[in-house]
């Protein structure tokens, strides 16, 4: 089979780019961590949230120094909790289900994204810095009301968040 | 097929029935188009806030309409017409049986008169009919079952207009049975082993779950499971979609230029790869799904970035083709070569813009098949900003361009205006990028998709890139654009088909440079590539599946149903509603009866 | 295209030139999409992306 010389260049530099977006995606994994989605978290019943020992009582909670967990669930058309308050400069997992529909979770501005899908728990850990206040929207059609589907995600200073009785409803 | 015959007699002298056909299929498509557009413009100019003529309560049902009408109808009947064009040229043979052709033809537009019937009603709210569940139909939002219904008897309709391409060019091999598949021909017989592969998945879980479901046999489904059904269908589409475009530019596009096609075993190559790795990748449209393991995600990962090898090689085959045919015109030069092709052309210079706009959505498709980067633009505007690049301009502008090179040979009618046709297809190059580069900007602002309202009131945007409201009018000036465009090439066509009929408008397509004798046979041995692909996909799907029916059960774990036809009602009528349910299904399933 | 299209090619003498043919052009425009492809992609993954608040990291 005859293939031009050029062609052959432009297939070995094809080769090489495809190679590069697989290291460059490896990169992220490894160097500074990036950690996608997956199957660490158990199934739920998603009609019956209120006998699951984690969504019982959508919250926030200290699990250890600096270390948080977030309880969200994300339904027609709304996030609880409301707003989800979280301290800075620490390190927070957020776990995220939906009680009726496919919903999504999305922080405007930021790298933090996940679907929300009734009878599974999206797990996946941020660490906060400032003070500041994020915008948090469904990103997947959930129903006629889908766009008026809105939270916030508030990082406020350690002390404040204390204050609040390190919860927050 | 003769030279000299050829050049006397056009497609439509040779094949009149087939002709009809083609003709038939092609205005399904463009009327899909007009309904498209039009849904088009009015979501448009809603998302954007310049002109709201519906409530956002109805912008799903126009949402769903446009995506199911682009993306199903006008891309599929465009498909059917051109292969059923390009087997029977190629093969320089009628098909088998025409009645069966007319056959899978009226299913097909059976199906989606159904379905489109199912949407549309969402705008009535007199009628407890709807489908707002979008393109995709997410389980456990439900649509009507004469949504799902219309969609099954539509794809059955592609599968029997396979087998008759199939049998077509089995009798053509037993009059030839030592020459080389015609490209042509390969292409359609490839394009549709991928295609049986890939909608076996949709078929499935349309049968096994959403109908049985929205039907009341069965009481919930496992939304992811649904959900991955979708996806091992929905990549592959795209190349459904696209595989025509390929076609043009391949066998269309070097012929126009003045040219010949660079390299015929290339080509092969090319289709060949798609067969083998479109299907196991659709896991990278749910990377930010729970319930799937990394090392899945991965997997797809890789498949998905060796997909990009068929299309790059595609970009320097057809440019060489291109340029082939410039130096053949007296181009010279490193690039002064490119004032040497016909731009004049509307055929010509609209599948180059096609081209050009799919360079650019190669790269935002490079940062969707990246796995971790998804979080960054992952339901964001970016991506239909991406795919109004390929699909919506790759495929939609190749075909238009397409027509009006293909159209003069099925009906004998010369083109209206070519002038009309040269400034539709640039403004739609015009239109798409404001359009879709605002979308994409948008989408790293972090505006969802998908939302008839997305200004909210707790936040604002982060003001970059011209910031929301400025890349909102480019949007809204894009869509415009492309609807006046849409309108232009109709109106165009219509004007073409009120033209009197006229002799000599026969264009032969040359044969390549390196023709297919250079291209080895192994190339043409389907059963063997079916074999390796389904083994791919085995390989990619089956651990996942099973790990999804392991984790939730085959029906779910405990999710409930969410009918969007009672959607305005809300849950407070729902318990009300139930027995009218019970009654539509009913008639539904009579209706379904009737169908097959 | 098969055999049976080979024979309805042009009679035009273009056959034997195609081993000459080298497009150059090709390479060129192609070589600059290459480029383009790598800065944005470098771009997009490393400014973008990892630049931003909330990285996920577990």
Redesign the interface.
Known sequence: MHIHAYEKLWLALSIVLILALIGTVTYGAVGPGVAMVADSQSTVDAAALDEDERFSEPRVEQVGENEYEAYIVAYQFGFEPSPIVVPANSTVTLHVTSRDVIHGFEVVGTSANTMAVPGEVSEITVETEEPTEYGLVCNEYCGAGHHVMEGKINVVSQSEFESRGGDSE | MSTAIESEQTFVDKFPDEARVVRAAFLSSFFALLLGAIFGIIQTLHRTDVARIIPSTDYYTVLTAHGVFMVISFTIFFLVGLFTWALTRSLDRPLLNIKITWTWYGLMATGMTLTGISILAGFVDSIDMSADVLYTFYAPLQAHPLFYAGLTVFIVGTWIAGADWFRTFLAWRREHPDERIPLQTFMVLTTMTMWYIASSAVAASVLLFLLPWSLGFIDQVNPTLTRTLFWFFGHPVVYFWLMPAYMLWYTVLPKIAGGRLFSDPLARVVFVLFVLLSTPVGIHHQYLDPGIAEGFKFISMTNTMFLLLPSLLTAFTVVASVEYGARQRGGTGLLGWLTNLPWRKPEFTGMMLAGLMFAAGGFSGMVNAGMNINYLIHNTLWVPGHFHLTVGTAVALTMMAGTYWIWPQISNKPIYSSQIGLFQVVLWFIGMALMSNAMHAQGLLGVPRRTAEPEYSGFDYPTMFGGFEELNIQIAIGGTLLFVSTILFLGNLVLTMGNPKVSGLAEPLPSPVSGAEDAPQVLDNLRLWVGIALTLVVLAYALPIAAIINRGGLLGPGVGTYPVWLAPLFDALADAAAPLFGAVADLSASVVEVVR | ???????????DD??GE?ED??????????GI??A???L??VY??FV???G???????
């Open positions: 295209m098969g055999q049976s299209e080979a024979a309805n090619a042009p009679t273009v056959g195609g043919f080298d497009p150059i052009g090709t390479l060129t425009l192609i999409y290459f383009i492809l790598v944005a992609w997009i993954y973008e992306f990892l931003r608040d909330l990285v996920v990291v577990g």
